[in-house]
């Protein structure tokens, strides 16, 4: 009996649904993995899957929130959050695990970066270790493709 009532209860949760389509690698979302608003657990991913995008032809990741709408109502009213700066956020859980848990973050007058696929879709904004990577990316790119031989012969010369 009690467990009847537990199960009636979460079933009565009520629970928002919306998408993100970023841009980056989700490697360490998986389905279960928790969201969270300042600390504070609102909700946990339900799917992660590919997203094609009709007009680019792009394939993006796609990862299905939902939202406990009771923990903080105002999520309800997500299109009003996004205007004032909501953005969700892949953020490394610990880096030697590459789990990665999902925020929800307060970014007033960042750009929305997308929102193609409808009005369920909320803007990501990459995370400050995201940012590091694209930046180191291409040079590690640039410095491979250098042929470091003639200035190694020229140094070697001048020993």
Do not use: C, H
């Not at 537990?6 to 998408?19: D, H, K």
């Not at 979302?29 to 680019?56: C, F, H, M, P, Y």
């Not at 848990?101 to 909320?122: C, F, H, K, N, T």
């Amino acid at each position: 009996m009690l467990l009847g009532f537990f199960l009636r209860r979460a079933s009565q949760t009520p629970y928002a649904r919306y998408v993100v389509r970023p841009e980056v690698s989700v490697k360490g979302v998986a389905v279960g993995s928790l969201i969270r608003l300042k600390g504070v657990t609102v909700g946990q991913v339900t799917k992660v899957g590919l997203w094609v995008d009709g007009e680019s032809g792009k394939i993006r990741p796609e990862i299905v929130l939902s939202l406990d709408i009771s923990k903080e109502p105002s999520l309800s009213k997500m299109y009003e959050n996004v205007e004032k700066g909501l953005r969700v956020q892949f953020v490394p859980v610990n880096p030697a695990s590459g789990f990665l848990e999902v925020d929800l973050v307060w970014s007033p007058g960042s750009p929305r970066l997308v929102a193609i696929g409808g009005s369920d879709e909320l803007p990501w904004q990459p995370s400050d270790s995201q940012l590091a990577v694209a930046q180191v990316v291409p040079l590690v790119q640039k410095l491979s493709a250098t042929d470091f031989r003639p200035k190694v012969d020229a140094f070697m010369q001048d020993l």
